[in-house]
């Protein structure tokens, strides 16, 4: 099934974008795709760019003030 999104050319750039990070070796949190890339639903994101064939790793991890969040990775 594919992700139904009224605005398809912004989720391609962040995509891309996202892309681009994760290829460099780093990782993402929903709060840093929101701030570095304007992304607010970077789960979709994520799960468009596992479509196109990217293998991404998810965890959880604590923040500063003990509140559990996802962060994504390429897998090495």
């Known amino acids: 099934m594919a992700n139904i ?10 995509c891309a974008m996202i892309a681009e ?4 070796g780093n990782t993402i949190t929903g709060l840093e795709a929101l701030h570095m890339f304007g992304c607010i639903r970077l789960a979709s994101r994520i ?5 196109r064939g ?4 998810k965890r959880k991890v604590a923040t500063p003030s003990g509140k ?9």
């Open 5 to 14: 999104n009224d605005n398809e050319s912004s989720a391609r750039s962040q």
């Open 21 to 24: 990070w994760l290829e460099n």
């Open 54 to 57: 990217y293998d991404i790793e």
């Open 68 to 76: 559990w969040v996802a962060e994504y990775r390429l897998k090495k």
């Open 47 to 51: 799960w468009d760019l596992r479509e």
